[in-house]
């Protein structure tokens, strides 16, 4: 029988070993282990910029979605200018920006959107001049767009080069 004690006196198991407890924790962490794990999924999510008037229908689409405004600024050392753009579209001096950001406005009031629900996110470089970034600013609120937030800053060159 398991677990009998032999008292013939031989000391092949001299103290009794319950195991049953160990193998209810084993089985418990196999069960943990197993509800926790997460396969790799072989296939993801494809990007794709499909054309929005056709299709199978052919019906339009009823909510569109705009991408927010974002005016990335960068300072060109060789020609101690700052280049801007606005989403993709670059835009070359101030008349270039404020048309962009016009063309911008133009698309989110279309969606319904009021003026001042229209995000603006300016993304500005460290060694932009703050002149510039104020000169951008009064722009956005010249197009009558309030709420401009700022990204968060860029990562200090001297830590991105250490960190390597």
Do not use: Y
Not at 24 to 34: A, E, R, V
Not at 46 to 69: A, F, R
Not at 121 to 145: F, Q, T, Y
């Amino acid at each position: 029988m398991a677990g009998a004690s032999m008292s013939d006196g031989s000391d092949e198991n001299p103290i009794p070993l319950n195991v049953t407890p160990l193998v209810d924790i084993i089985f418990c962490l196999c069960l943990f282990f197993l509800c926790s794990f997460h396969f790799k999924q072989l296939e993801g999510k494809m990007d794709s910029w499909l054309p929005k008037d056709k299709g199978i229908h052919g019906t339009p689409v009823q909510h569109v979605e705009l991408e927010d405004i974002k005016i990335w600024m960068k300072w060109d050392s060789s020609s101690n200018t700052v280049t801007r753009k606005v989403n993709q579209s670059e835009a070359a001096n101030d008349s270039d920006l404020q048309a962009l950001l016009a063309q911008r406005r133009t698309n989110f009031e279309t969606a319904g959107k009021a003026k001042n629900e229209i995000p603006v996110s300016i993304d500005a470089a460290p060694d932009v001049p703050w002149k510039d970034i104020i000169k951008a600013m009064n722009i956005c609120k010249r197009e009558g767009l309030e709420k401009i937030e700022f990204a968060a800053p860029w990562p200090d060159a001297a830590a991105a080069t250490a960190g390597s």
